[in-house]
């Protein structure tokens, strides 16, 4: 038999029955279509995470407090609630840091900002100039904070973006106006472009000001909160990160063992991001998998069924010649054809389903080339592996009683 033959005997058999075929192919769509949907679901949860994590700043290292001194009942102090870091540590990094592109102490508080009679509760970061280079923020309108408003305790703030929609309603100009913090008056000087965030990270719902005037005025102290400090260039960030640990464990007269700081490599924090999203997705994935297991099944119970159905057929076809190989071929092809169509319908389907929940929830969804291949590749096989022994079974049917079969 010829392969034209093949493939017309095989569709002429698939379409002698084409609502139990339709139902048997119902499970290799819907097994590769949730594949590539959950697929889909978990690479732009990862994009996002990463996204995000990068939005905060380029090549970024951070230097915390460790835990505060003490214990409250069986409680010890939190991780960064101790006053362990200043000003000078960040100066001293500047100055004897190797591949340090710029440093940003800050000190960050929430606060209750209110606006005549508008208020919202937000952080309030008192920052230096640099800010704008190591977050990479940009300015919508006016100025960001100087080296003049830091020397000279200045009163001045810059809004977020979601702050200010919150406090002077959306897209408002701000500029000259002031608003209150700790009941204390400020006078807000510019707005920070909109990034997009949400949680601890949204830099969006932050209010600027200098850090001299939130150490003197609002805080009442000398200390900072935490230390943001830009890398020169990617490669030299773990570097940076050791170098900064040395100096710090030097200044502050500690060890690593009782260090009072932790020192937080961006990178790092990506790659756990990455990790935990691709544990997620590939669990995501093994659950969408079973449907393409139960599928398999589904299509060994359909062709046992025609192997007992077309018993006759197959004795007919030995009776005028037909090996076993050309017998277990056929079913064999009926499979793969099966198999294939409902592949391709799965895979479209996938697809729409990933494109459908990016249009209708605005969750990020990125369809990968290898994971289209690996379910359909995955559902060839299962249909070839569990189509297998209908095919070998309808094969060693004896002629002579396949003949008298009723």
């Given at each position: ?8 005997e095989?569709f ?9 075929t ?22 732009g949860?990862?994009g996002?995470?990463q996204e ?5 700043g380029?090549?970024l290292?951070?230097?915390s ?5 003490g214990f409250?009942g ?5 991780r ?10 960040a ?12 440093v940003?102490p800050?000190?960050?508080k ?5 606006q005549?009679?508008l ?8 920052t230096v100039?640099?800010y ?13 904070i ?7 305790l ?16 959306e ?14 008056t400020?006078?807000?000087i510019?707005?920070?472009?909109a990034?997009?965030?949400?949680g601890?990270?949204?830099?969006d719902?932050m209010?600027?000001?200098?850090l001299?005037?939130?150490?003197k ?7 900072i909160?935490s ?10 960030m ?12 030097t200044?502050h ?23 935990t ?13 079973i ?10 119970n ?24 050309d ?6 092809s009926e499979?793969?054809i ?7 319908i799965?895979?479209a389907l996938?697809i ?5 929940i ?9 369809i990968?080339?290898?994971s289209i291949i ?11 592996v569990?189509?297998?022994?209908p095919?070998?079974?309808a094969?060693?049917?004896n ?8």
């Amino acid at each position: 038999m010829n392969l034209s033959d093949l493939l017309k005997e095989s569709f002429l058999a698939l379409t002698a029955n084409k609502a139990r075929t339709g139902l048997t192919m119902l499970g290799i769509v819907i097994g590769i279509g949730s594949v590539i949907a959950m697929v889909s679901v978990g690479q732009g949860a990862s994009g996002q995470i990463q996204e995000k994590i990068q939005s905060l700043g380029s090549n970024l290292i951070t230097v915390s407090p460790g835990f505060a001194s003490g214990f409250s009942g069986d409680t010890r102090g939190g991780r960064g609630s101790a006053t362990t870091l200043t000003t000078e540590d960040a100066l001293s990094i500047v100055e004897e840091v190797p591949s340090v592109a710029a440093v940003a102490p800050m000190l960050s508080k929430k606060y209750q900002i209110v606006q005549k009679s508008l208020n919202t509760n937000t952080d309030v970061v008192g920052t230096v100039e640099t800010y704008l280079q190591v977050k990479n923020i940009e300015m919508e309108i006016g100025t960001f904070i100087s080296e003049k408003n830091y020397t000279s305790l200045s009163k001045v703030a810059v809004l977020g973006a979601t702050t200010r929609d919150d406090l002077f309603g959306e897209d408002a100009n701000p500029i000259g106006k002031t608003i209150k913090i700790n009941s204390i008056t400020f006078k807000v000087i510019g707005v920070t472009k909109a990034k997009g965030g949400s949680g601890f990270t949204n830099q969006d719902d932050m209010v600027f000001i200098p850090l001299s005037t939130a150490q003197k005025i609002l805080a009442g102290s000398e200390y900072i909160s935490s230390i943001a400090v830009q890398a020169s260039e990617e490669n030299a960030m773990t570097q940076v990160q050791e170098d900064i640990t040395q100096l710090l464990l030097t200044r502050h007269n500690v060890d690593s063992e009782s260090a009072d700081f932790s020192v937080i490599n961006q990178a790092d924090i990506v790659d756990t991001a990455t990790e935990t999203t691709d544990t997620f997705t590939a669990l995501l994935a093994a659950i969408a998998s079973i449907s393409l297991l139960v599928g398999g099944i589904g299509i060994m119970n359909m062709m046992l069924t025609t192997v007992t159905e077309r018993t006759r057929e197959i004795g007919l076809r030995k009776a005028i010649g037909a090996k076993k190989k050309d017998i277990q071929l056929q079913f064999l092809s009926e499979v793969v054809i099966l198999t294939f169509i409902g592949g391709g319908i799965g895979v479209a389907l996938g697809i729409a389903i990933a494109y459908s929940i990016t249009y209708f929830t605005s969750t990020a969804t990125e369809i990968l080339p290898s994971s289209i291949i690996l379910a359909f590749g995955v559902s060839a096989t299962i249909g070839i592996v569990f189509g297998y022994y209908p095919a070998w079974k309808a094969a060693q049917l004896n002629p002579i009683e396949a003949l008298r079969y009723e």
